[in-house]
Each structure stands twice: as structure tokens, then as C-alpha cells.
């Protein structure tokens, strides 16, 4: 249920950015979410074009990467993919676990759309 | 503070992501920033001004997270009458209505804030950073937060606190950690409440509830107390004081903690303690 205020949060970040490069509008968001976040993928696409209405980002396509629940274990050291509540080592079994990917809520990139002007200046 | 993937722009990084930084145009007009930071960004940084407030003071902050009627507000008590002599205590107590639990609080004689939430089911780090403002943190040495009962989202947001507790009341069936992996994951010790009941719940098995928790690949301690009987009451007031004092050591050396789930930070910035915030 917090899908709203993180699609706010993210989007606070995003203005920012493109604000920081006189951007006109934003084209793209790509977002990492791993299923151990606690971000329900289907709830934030809902919640997204709520969120981005207004905003710089309004026209924006939002992009999300799922990212693989995997485990390194420190007993055997086996890199081994797991589920969500059985995070156990794949290959000895063990639960001396170091989740490796699974729980990511990042906002990877940006695709800014921005006058050619500005990028000439910017470059030179 | 953090040159490789740019998520901070200043000055200093700035033609990184400008021009013909290392972010390069994708067609005519258009620019693809790599941003990676955590989508709660703006929680986070918030997070990090309040542990860092709390630091300052020597306070040592501990959320409460559970579902409705774990019986946090209960623990709470009993913790605050067993307590009360050696540390300074306050309370925050998240709730979508009402002022009950904060009454129930003060009337153990110490302060309580209450922050009603409204519709949020969550507490974040901004709420929590308006209800500091209203307590003298050099008069505290240990704060509880008692967030929103709730299993889902209190899990995700750093409140800028430093230990994650978990109640699971016996009567909510022991399968709750592999229900919810998430708030389970996050929790620095979790507290199997209500144990008076277990001899009439035959349903609950703490060894399955703990098999369950380890499923997580979770280390952390496991303790089944009443707060009605007082049963195991000591072992959860010693975990406590053990976390203070290692507060006090920590604070010696400039350093503090996080909750123990945290996600992004290490491995974004590759090593352990380097977050991407003013806590560097």
C-alpha cells in the first residue's frame, strides 16, 4: 500500500534531475525492484500515473527491471538462486545466507529530453 | 561522495552526467541519466538527519513493528516499569486514529508522542522527524517507536532509528515469518508475544516459527515472553540493555547503526557502512 508515496519519493527525485539538466521532459524511468523490497511491481504501475501527473515526468514511460531473488552462501560459498521466504543455500542448504540480489528498490536511470542548445553549451 | 554512479549531483560531479559526461545522448535531445539511488531517497536522506540527531544526543532508538493487537503497547508498559530507574525514556507511537495508546504511555510516567497517521499505514522518517521536534532528546536516553500494526509496510522505510523488534503474538499461527518475509527479514530480534497462551494454543510451534524465521536466513535471536505473566520478560530487558551499552560504545568511536535491513547502500557503494548519505 506505500506504492504511492514511493512513485512520489522517486518521481521528487527525478524533477530534481531533470531540473539539474534544464530538461524539458523526462522520457523514461527505469526502476530495479527486487520481490523482497516489499514494492508490489502491479501496485506501482497503478499508482504511477497518479504520482507523475502534473510533474515534468508526466508523459514519462516507467520501466521496471525484476530483479532475481540469489543468495551467496557463507558456509559453502555457492551462489545460488532462492524464493522469497526460503533464502536457504541452493547447494549445501544452509541458512548462513548474504542475499546477493532480491531486495532492490532503485531508481536505476533517467531518460531526459532536453533542448540541443543546452546540450551544445553544456559539451562545449 | 559517490563518483561512480553520479546519484549525487554537485559541482563537483556535475560534468559527469552534463555534456559529454560519461552519460551519453541516446538520439537528438535526449540525455539518459544513471541515477541508482534507492527509490526512497528522499525518506532516506531524511533517515539519516534524524539517527544522526539521535546520535548527538546519545539516544538509542527502537521500532516496534507487528501486526494490530501484538501487543506492543502492553510490552511497552511493562518495559517502561522495568526500565524506568535506569534509562530516560519516550515514546512514539504511530496509530491511524486516536490518542489511547499515547495516554496509556504517559500514564506510565514518561513521554509519548502521538503521530496519527491518517490513512498511511506506515510510519516514515519525516513523521518521525516532526514528533522529535516535541521531545527533549538530551533528556533521553532510549526511545521506542511503536509503528503502525502492521505486517507489510512498516518494513521498508527507515525511520532513522537504530534496532528493528518484531512481535509475533502466538495466537497469529507461526507460519507468519514465511507469510512475510519482508517485515521478518528486518527485524534486529523478534519477540514471540502473548507466550502465556502457548500451554492452550496447540497450533503454535516455536520451533517452526523459528525454522520459519531461518528460512530468511536470519541469524537473530528468537525470545517467547509475556507481558502479562512477566515469563521471559528478563531475557528481552537484558537484549536491551546489551544494545544500549553497545550504543554507548559505538557513540565513543563516531559511529552508529542502521536497522538491519539495508538494502541498497552496500552494495551500491560496494563496501559495508559507505551510505549514500551524510553518514559517511
Known amino acids: 500500500m506505500h506504492e504511492l508515496s514511493v512513485c512520489q519519493s522517486f518521481l521528487a527525485q527525478v524533477e530534481r534531475i531533470a531540473l539539474a539538466h534544464n530538461a524539458r521532459t523526462v522520457d523514461k524511468i527505469v526502476v530495479r525492484i527486487g520481490p523482497l523490497s516489499g514494492v508490489e511491481i502491479p501496485l506501482l504501475r497503478q499508482a504511477y500515473p497518479l504520482a507523475c501527473a502534473g510533474t515534468v515526468a508526466e508523459n514519462a514511460e516507467l520501466v521496471t527491471e525484476i530483479q532475481p531473488v540469489r543468495v551467496a552462501c557463507e558456509t559453502c560459498g555457492a551462489e545460488t538462486n532462492a524464493t522469497v521466504n526460503r533464502l536457504l543455500c541452493g547447494a549445501c542448504g544452509d541458512y548462513h545466507t548474504r542475499l546477493l540480489s532480491g531486495d532492490e528498490m532503485i531508481l536505476a536511470s533517467v531518460e531526459l529530453n532536453v533542448d540541443a542548445a543546452e546540450q551544445l553549451r553544456d559539451a562545449g | ?280
Not at chain 2, 540527531?53 to 493487537?69: I, R, T
Not at chain 2, 490518542?99 to 496519527?116: F, K, M, N, P, S
Not at chain 2, 520478560?233 to 539495508?262: C, D, S
Open chain 2, 1 to 280: 561522495m559517490c563518483d561512480t554512479c553520479g546519484c549525487n549531483v554537485t559541482p563537483g560531479n556535475e560534468h559527469l552526467v552534463r555534456g559529454r559526461g560519461k552519460h551519453a545522448f541516446t538520439a537528438e535531445g535526449k540525455v539518459a541519466v544513471e541515477v541508482l539511488e534507492s527509490l526512497l531517497s528522499e525518506n532516506d536522506k531524511q533517515a539519516v538527519h534524524n539517527r544522526a540527531h539521535l546520535d548527538k544526543y546519545g539516544v538509542l532508538a527502537v521500532n516496534l513493528m507487528s501486526s494490530p493487537g501484538a501487543g506492543k503497547t502492553t510490552l511497552l508498559e511493562r518495559t517502561i516499569d522495568l526500565l524506568r530507574d535506569e534509562y530516560r525514556i519516550a515514546v512514539i507511537e504511530g496509530d491511524l486514529e486516536t490518542e489511547t495508546d499515547a495516554l496509556r504511555l504517559r500514564a506510565r510516567g514518561v513521554a509519548a508522542i502521538q503521530i496519527t497517521t491518517g490513512s498511511a499505514c506506515h510510519l516514515d522518517a519525516h513523521m518521525v522527524h516532526d514528533a522529535l521536534h516535541k521531545l527533549r532528546l538530551a533528556e533521553l536516553d532510549l526511545l521506542f517507536i511503536e509503528n503502525v500494526g502492521n505486517l507489510v509496510c512498516p518494513a521498508s522505510f527507515d525511520l532513522g532509528h537504530h534496532l528493528n523488534v518484531t512481535l509475533l503474538s502466538v495466537t497469529e499461527g507461526d507460519d507468519k515469518p514465511a507469510k512475510y518475509p519482508v517485515m521478518f527479514r528486518a527485524a534486529d530480534v523478534m519477540l514471540l508475544t502473548k507466550a502465556d497462551l502457548l500451554p492452550v494454543i496447540e497450533e503454535f510451534d516455536v520451533g517452526r516459527a523459528t525454522a520459519n524465521l531461518r528460512n530468511l536466513a536470519s541469524t537473530i535471536p528468537v525470545y517467547s515472553l509475556s507481558s502479562k505473566t512477566e515469563q521471559g520478560m528478563q531475557t528481552w530487558i537484558n537484549w536491551l540493555h546489551q544494545q544500549m551499552a553497545m550504543q554507548r560504545k559505538r557513540l565513543v568511536g563516531g559511529e552508529t547503526m542502521r536497522p538491519r535491513v539495508q538494502s541498497d547502500g552496500k552494495r551500491l557503494h560496494g563496501k559495508e557502512g559507505a551510505a549514500p548519505s551524510a553518514e559517511a
